[in-house]
């Protein structure tokens, strides 16, 4: 699904050159549950960007379902983000003016889809994820547990192929957390691939890969694995 | 989609009470101001062109010329035969011809009786020319009865109450004599929009008798009071007909008018006056005549009113530029958002765009309350009945929805494609800060706000200090506690009894009358000849004549420089002596007042020498110089009696004048004036301009204040952690004010620095306009910057003291 083919980023500076990200290989199949770890200012969240097309690399190639992403219009980009891929970030990121139903709404709004077949989906979203008697509180009004599901729940109803989560569970507390990732897992057995960054040994138990980064540069893949 | 776009929108307004307030009431007053003064500008340039054959009809206007080509008089009205003989000679080219003659007769219906200033006669092809409607009668026969007379509505009211006026007659008193009148028919009031108003068209007929039959009111190339209309054919260049005027006037003024140059070549009638055309819809901006039947407005002041329409309208709009960029960063997740959602930058502009959209259509809602609320102070201000009327009137509706997609494509333009920029990546990591290109965008922002409020304080002042400066002018002669009042047959034949009677009064000083008094116009003037190196020559300059008894000068305290006054004791200052001003004696070339002393000076039909010379005195307004005059005694177009009162009598002298005019001028109401009114009452546009100034730097600073209140709120809460670092490391309560206003401070002394130039110049070019003109004030402009950075200290301070005084551990506990 996904080939990164020596990724490099860097900042040019006066006569330095900082590298955020030095050659980097990586393959990721559908059905991939990828934890990204690694020390602050690894280049984590660079590289989620990247995979997210929401920043470009300075140097390397990128395929996505093969087709090559630094080649690609911002047009087609933003097509990606409405069908190919979802996010859900450390801070949730709702829009504190809308409804929890308007927020889970919202890139169905982007993607044209009828009145009719809107409400059926946000409906069906609220209730997998039961939270369907808090469909018209504002953020600010739940939990930030609550509002991190809302926000998988906004990521995930336009059923992307791709799941990018820069540290999900950041904000959170362990109980919260497990159940944020108890739902990743149950995501991933149907099918969505998944790629999250986070700092926690424990969370990252969830993923079936561990891509180890350490100033740019994969140290380890998988360190579980044997 | 455009539901979650207006949601959004909404409840972003309800989410920010203060900032919602500040940008919808700014943009709403900022509309309202502009929609006032369009209306205003519509009102102004609609003058006349309600008549169906607008773009047909010219108006013959007359001048006169010196030697050198100068335009010495030029007078928006003709002599009686021009109308006539312009139809004959031009038959085909000119279909109708209509002229007016003004006149203020005492005008009696039983026991109703008024003086009408607004009373005209006029030829009876009136009505096929014009488009003023009657209402009741015919109108293309109803002032071909020589006792024709027509009259308004509001006229209907005042004489006849609710009786039927058709056929009924109204007397006239005009100069002493008696007219019978029928009413032929009744028309609607004369619009507003019109260059100028009447009350009632009588027929033409009895001023023909005035003038002493057909024959002599044909001849009568002296008495240029009639408004002469002509219409054109469909499509017609009046040009082409104007190019064909001199030629008719040599035709029809040569043997009177024709002289030698100076070279010896024959001079033509056409070199000496001429006729012009005018299109009827020039009339009210375009043209200010030595006489025009209503004062005319300029087209330089509805250029003046719509620059500031305009400026107004981009304060307000930079005030919302202004704030919503400020307020970008809260936005920016939100962009950011939208964006890995799968929104492309053009949907974002299209969303910002069309909330500054949504924001311009509610701040016009608040601006038509705005405008509807102050219209009827406005009307009363500029005495008009200006209305929004939206339903009827699609020019309005037009230019209300252009001001909304103006407003809202501006003011929405750089806050959209500055938002929809963002880096999703950046702004999503919650590390974001609106950068520095931002940062100086909003500066250059609040300094244009400012120098555009900075300049209008400073024309304001500029204004007003010429205003002053016209008002308490020393003119050359005492202007105070002179009362004029009209003079009637049996006062100019019987003066000096009436004089010595007046006189008994301990409250009256002195008592004279004259053709004109100061404050007037100088229009009357005849051919001059004077003795210049021992032989009468022609005097080219035209010399205005002003015909006075003895005490005039006395009446007005005008000095003497050489020569005496008239003498009542010789009979022959009645009859051969002359007395000139200075700017007479320059112009026909003595070389001071003592030469021209017993002079030889021919005036019109009149011969007679020099006595005397006055010192130069401002007879008309400040805006004109002062022109050549001169004085003498017949007893002819006496129109005025002057009566100078002493000081503090003024009310018991006027109820003695009251009665006395009762039985001078039996029947007419009494009426009277005072010079120094007069006087002040012809600064009346320039009084206008500067309270309008004024009001609109008040309403443009208001703005401009609350938009930097607004932004002043947000850099401060910017900055919030830096003060409270700054408060633990040691900073003063004022340190810290005086580190928050020093950036605005420089804001606003950049404003000055770019306000002053263009005030500067454009006041420079206004008071180019007048004769007599104040010296450029320079402390205007530092009032006017000192109040500006007053002004924004003040607004200013409320943020900075909330800012500096805060507890530090507040601002630095981190969440």
């Known amino acids: 699904m996904i080939k990164l083919k020596k990724i490099y980023k860097y900042i040019d500076k006066r006569f330095q050159r900082t590298f955020i990200l030095k050659d980097i290989d990586l393959e990721v199949k559908e059905g991939d549950f990828i934890t990204v770890m690694g020390p602050s200012g690894a280049g984590k969240s660079t590289l989620l960007n990247i995979l997210g097309f929401l920043d470009d690399a300075s140097e390397g190639e990128y395929f996505f379902l093969d087709e090559p992403v630094h080649n690609l219009t911002e047009k087609r980009k933003s097509d990606y983000h409405k069908s190919h891929i979802g996010f859900v970030f450390q801070a949730y990121h709702l829009i504190d003016e809308l409804t929890v139903y308007e927020n889970i709404e919202m890139p169905l709004l982007y993607r044209k889809v009828k009145s009719k077949k809107r409400k059926a989906m946000v409906a069906e979203m609220l209730d997998r994820f039961n939270i369907v008697a808090k469909k018209d509180l504002f953020p600010p009004q739940l939990s930030g547990g609550q509002q991190q599901v809302v926000g998988v729940a906004r990521a995930i109803i336009g059923s992307p192929k791709l799941l990018l989560a820069d540290e999900p569970t950041g904000n959170l507390h362990s109980e919260q957390s497990e159940e944020i990732m108890e739902m990743f897992t149950k995501l991933n057995k149907e099918g969505v691939t998944i790629i999250q960054v986070t700092h926690s040994e424990k969370m990252a138990g969830y993923g079936n890969r561990i891509v180890n980064l350490k100033d740019g540069v994969v140290v380890e893949e998988n360190p579980y694995d044997e | ?815």
């Open chain 2, 1 to 815: 989609m455009l539901k979650n776009y207006i949601t959004i929108a909404f409840r972003n307004l309800r989410k920010n009470p203060g900032y919602s307030f500040i940008n919808i009431f700014g943009l709403a007053m900022g509309m309202g101001i502009c929609i006032l003064i369009l209306l205003y500008v519509q009102h102004e340039l609609s003058y006349d062109d309600y008549h169906e054959n607008s773009d047909r009809i010219v108006r013959t206007s007359r001048a006169w010329f010196n030697q050198d080509g100068q335009v010495s008089l030029h007078l928006g009205h003709a002599a009686p035969p021009f109308g006539p003989l312009l139809e004959q000679d031009f038959e085909g080219t000119i279909e109708e011809m209509v002229r007016f003659l003004e006149i203020s007769p005492l005008l009696r219906y039983e026991e109703n009786a008024f003086v009408e200033n607004r009373f005209f006669f006029s030829d009876p092809e009136v009505f096929e020319m014009f488009s003023w409607e009657m209402i009741e009668g015919d109108p293309s026969t109803a002032l071909t009865y020589p006792d024709g007379l027509v009259v308004t509505e509001s006229m209907v009211k005042k004489y006849f109450g609710d009786e039927d006026p058709m056929g009924k007659s109204i007397e006239a008193e005009i100069r002493g004599m008696n007219l019978q009148f029928q009413v032929r028919g009744i028309m609607e009031d004369v619009p507003e929009n019109s260059h100028f108003q009447f009350d009632f068209l009588a027929s033409m007929e009895p001023v023909v008798q005035f003038y002493g039959g057909q024959e002599a009111f044909m001849q009568n190339y002296g008495s240029n009071n009639f408004a002469t209309y002509l219409l054109l054919p469909e499509g017609y260049d009046y040009q082409r007909l104007q190019e064909q005027i001199p030629a008719f006037m040599d035709r029809h003024l040569s043997t009177e008018e024709t002289h030698l140059g100076e070279d010896g070549e024959p001079v033509t009638a056409s070199d000496g006056t001429m006729l012009f055309l005018q299109p009827l819809t020039d009339i009210h901006l375009y043209s200010n005549l030595d006489s025009e039947i209503e004062a005319n407005s300029r087209i330089e002041y509805v250029y003046i009113y719509g620059a500031i329409a305009l400026f107004i309208l981009i304060i307000a709009c930079i005030n919302f530029m202004n704030l919503s960029t400020a307020r970008s960063v809260k936005r920016a997740v939100e962009v950011g958002l939208r964006k890995v959602i799968g929104a492309n930058r053009w949907s974002l502009i299209r969303q910002f765009i069309g909330e500054s959209v949504v924001m311009a259509v509610l701040s016009l809602l608040f601006a038509i309350l705005i405008v509807e609320l102050m219209l009827p102070v406005v009307n009363d201000f500029i005495n008009l009945n200006l209305e929004l009327d939206l339903l009827q009137n699609y020019t309005q509706l037009f230019w209300l929805s252009g001001i909304v997609l103006f407003v809202g494509l501006v003011a929405g333009s750089y806050p959209a494609f500055f938002l929809s920029g963002f880096q999703p990546a950046t702004v999503l990591k919650g590390s974001f800060k609106a950068g520095k290109v931002h940062e100086r965008f909003r500066s250059v922002l609040v300094v244009t706000q400012f120098a555009i409020s900075i300049a209008l304080i400073t024309c304001m002042i500029i204004v007003y200090t010429q205003l002053d400066f016209m008002r308490t002018k020393d003119l050359g002669f005492n202007k105070e506690n002179i009362a004029v009042l009209p003079v009637s047959q049996q006062i100019t034949s019987n003066y000096e009894n009436i004089r010595e009677r007046l006189l008994g009064h301990p409250g009256i000083l002195n008592v004279s009358v004259a053709s004109r008094v100061p404050s007037g116009r100088l229009l009357d003037s005849q051919g001059t000849r004077a003795e210049v190196d021992g032989e009468l020559q022609d005097i080219d300059f035209r010399i205005a004549d002003i015909h006075i008894s003895h005490n005039f000068l006395e009446t007005f305290d005008i000095d003497l420089v050489a020569g005496r006054n008239f003498d009542i004791n010789l009979a022959s200052d009645s009859t051969e002596a002359f007395i000139l001003n200075e700017s007479a004696v320059e112009t026909i070339g003595w070389n001071s007042p003592e030469e021209a002393i017993e002079k030889q000076f021919l005036y019109g039909g009149r011969r007679g020498r020099v006595i005397g010379v006055v010192n130069d005195f401002n007879f008309e307004s400040l805006h004109q110089s002062i022109a050549p005059i001169v004085f003498m005694i017949p007893d002819d177009r006496i129109r005025n009696v002057a009566v100078k009162i002493r000081d503090n009598s003024r009310e018991e002298v006027l109820s003695f004048l009251e009665e006395q005019w009762a039985t001078l001028r039996p029947g007419y109401p009494f009426t009277y004036s005072f010079v120094q009114d007069n006087f002040d009452e012809q600064y009346n546009s320039e009084e206008r301009l500067g309270t309008l100034f004024g009001f609109f730097s008040l309403i443009a600073i208001i703005i401009a204040a609350l938009g930097l209140f607004g932004l002043a709120s947000f850099t401060t809460q910017q900055r919030i952690k830096e003060i409270g670092i700054r408060k633990v490391l040691g900073a003063s309560i004022s340190q810290i004010v005086w580190l928050l206003s020093t950036k605005f401070t420089l804001l606003v002394i950049m404003a000055i620095a770019i306000a002053t130039p263009i005030a500067w110049y454009s006041m420079d070019q206004w008071l180019e306009g007048f004769a007599y003109q104040i010296d450029m004030p320079v402390w205007s402009f530092v009032i006017a910057g000192g109040s500006a950075i007053v002004i924004a200290w003040l607004t200013i301070s409320y943020q900075s003291i909330r800012a500096a005084i805060v507890n530090p551990v507040n601002s630095l506990r981190s969440e």
